[in-house]
């Protein structure tokens, strides 16, 4: 099935490090133990639907971060081009460029009719564990509403 990915509820998610629209070295490591992880893969700054996904995660932002969760978007285009799609939209999430689209691959996001690169987004728990993917080209403001509903009940079932 287009747009689907490969990687699934359960598995442990690939580290990687990739630089983001601030010029800084982020690693999926970095949150290990401290918070839970929304990631999502998006396929181009500053298009209709990629504006409309990551303004929504914008205007949930807060709430992710009350929740405990750390919201990354990744996409192929470069630091700066993150930079200035960051300040025109003022995104208060981390933007972080794939250029190669290593990352995007190793956890399976697929391109739709090998074009356009997917859409998918993750749900990473404070162990590194998957659980949460969500993937649709065309429903990009549904990735927010199906993330956060998932960190709340992973932070309502945390102990303590």
């Known amino acids: 099935m287009f747009g689907q990915s490969t990687l699934s509820v359960g598995e442990t998610a690939p580290d990687f490090a990739l630089q983001s629209q601030k010029r800084e070295v982020v690693k999926l490591s970095d949150f290990r133990g401290k918070k839970t992880v929304v990631l999502f893969f ?90 949460h993917v969500f993937s649709s080209q065309l429903r990009a403001t549904r990735h927010v509403d199906e993330a956060l509903a998932v960190v709340k009940r992973l932070e309502a079932s945390r102990p303590g």
């Open 42 to 131: 998006y396929p181009k700054d500053d298009t209709p639907g990629c504006t409309a996904e990551s303004c929504s995660f914008r205007d949930h932002y807060d709430t992710f971060a009350e929740a405990g969760a750390e919201v990354l978007g990744v996409s192929a285009d470069s630091a700066a081009s993150h930079e200035q799609f960051a300040q025109k939209h003022r995104l208060p999430m981390t933007l972080l460029s794939d250029p190669g689209g290593e990352t995007a691959a190793r956890y399976g996001v697929k391109s739709l009719f090998g074009l356009l690169p997917g859409r998918v987004t993750f749900v990473i728990d404070r162990d590194g564990v998957v659980r």
